[in-house]
């Protein structure tokens, strides 16, 4: 055991813990039946502190790798927890297969993505991960090893997907994969005049396999909105295979510089550079890589290292259809007055039904990313405010500063959450500065 200090992906929190990385299963159980209270680390990169809490135990699971079984011909796979995306999708796709929903880093890992129900861009056609999973085998320090599935400790299962990591440490997970039915994809790109505009034009049900999200300006007032919709689709006849694996380097994303270098003047100087780029140099339809479509940060990490060591703060909102508009007139007001620093505004379809604390339902999902300021935080207070008035889904793994009455207005099935898991660990043992912040073990 060691002690560390770290720090959430967005750096909006850091504290001292202690680490254990274990590598047998009995150290699991060993490390677990000893502790208080403890939580598991996969990669340690997501937004919040869902994986460490103040002097407590995280678990790093890094060394549970493996592929645990895999067959073709029913399209199942079942790997350990620790495994990363890039090495999941890295064996799956030489068998033409894989799992739409994928995180947006290639260093997440699969505990990571099932605690958060990840989703990826493909989320208006396939939803989140849930979706692909079967299987989950968890222990838990006081009820041992649990095999859960739809038809075997259903009630966990449906708690553990999604469930911050709450519910023990996922082990492994099996997968029922979908063929993969192309190479690489071709990405077009159509012009959008603002926001509005962009929700209509993504909202098209289309009638093929097509991942759409957009890029929108938000850079000044004249210009809030403005962008671009990329349309991703599988190229099945594409000459040049999937033959090179997915490689990065998995601390470039937590590097920063010594300074904050987004303001608003590098913000709308990069804005206008993107903008006029793919508006006038880009053709309209390319072939595009798999790596550039489903990880579009890797060799752009210098994005986040720019925020400097006060980091950033991400906002992720899902919307009903039925409300988009009178949120994005209301965002615009509030915008138009405050003129927050917003470094990256994209908008996507998103399809699932909600349940838990699971940021999934059908609707729109409006990402934005904050530098890390006084005023910018008073404006996301006020987005808190428009989140409560019209019941919006605030993403809990993505915003660090979510607070307990925020999230619980927001998710109606907040109280179902809550009880349920303490029902099901009455000690209250598996905590992070997530749960705690959001309140999901007070009595």
Known sequence: MFEKKIKSLDKYYSTNIFIKRPDKYREIENISLNADTLITMGSANSY????FKKNSLSIMFEKFDRIIDFNK?????TVEAGMKISDFLNYTLKHKLWIPQIPGYPSITIGGAVASNAHGKSCGFHGSIKNQITKILIF???HGWLNLSKNENKEIFELTIGG?????????????LLDFLGYNFTTSIENSTSAKDTVKKI????????YSYSWNRADKKNNFGKGFIFKNELNPNHEKKINDEINFETKKIHNFSPLNLWNQFSIRFF???YFNYYKNLKSKSFDDSFKNVIFPFIGKEIYFQMFGKKGFIESQILVPFDKTDIFLDEFEYLFNNEMPSITLFTIKKMVGNQNYLRFEDNGICFTFDFINNKKNLLFMDKLDVLCKKYKLLPSIIKDSRLSLETVSTCYENYDNFKDNLINFDKKRTYRSELSDRIGLWNI
Do not use: D, Q, W
């Open 203 to 210: 909202n098209i049900k289309e009638p093929k396999e097509i």
């Open 140 to 142: 838990h320090k006081n």
């Open 271 to 273: 804005h206008s550079l």
């Open 164 to 176: 911050l990591g709450l519910t023990g440490t996922v082990v492994n997970v099996e997968f029922k």
């Open 73 to 77: 011909e029913n399209k199942t796979i």
């Open 48 to 51: 919040t502190a869902a994986s």
